[in-house]
């Protein structure tokens, strides 16, 4: 439920910050790869529900804002893209598929080893890194479109009632998924 009041301010914040998009996507993955290390690779320092809470705030914020920042590259690139938007969504859904059930699986398939968890943190993280660097020739703002300042943004979309009712909806739709995971 937080990313109902994170995910736009994440969307501001890539949009004011796209002239630097490469650099704010690395410190958005290394800030992705150093919580899943410390979720996954740590003996909490404190109560495991706070580091829990700890870890998982900026994991998700990362994984937030790198989506956006994805998502916004695709729609910039689509043109360029022979299949357009539809090409290019499915490659990048197809993608996101494959790596879910890969996350899912690896522990299971790392069982074996002795520490599991700590192997799959730590692999996580070098597959992250090694994403980024794979996509640094990727990373041009200058593509994005101009952000509106984020007050007039959100005045816009909340003066809209077919926006307004969306979001409502996107929120209804969101809020079990978010709350059971």
Known sequence: ????????????????????????????????????LGLFAVTPPLAPLAWFALMMLP???????????????GVARAQSVASGHIGLAGWRETGSLIGVCLAAVAPVALAGTGAPFPIFAAGFATLALLAVLAMRGQWRGSLLPQALPFRAALR?????APARRLLVLALINAAPVAVTS
């Open 59 to 73: 994991l998700f914020s990362a994984y937030s804002f790198l989506s956006i920042a994805f998502y916004a590259q």
């Open 156 to 160: 816009q979309v909340t003066r809209d």
């Open 1 to 36: 439920l937080i990313d109902v009041v994170q995910d736009p301010a994440l969307g501001w914040l890539a949009g004011v910050t796209r002239r630097h998009q490469g650099a704010m996507v690395l410190a958005a993955s290394v800030l992705m790869a150093v919580s899943m």
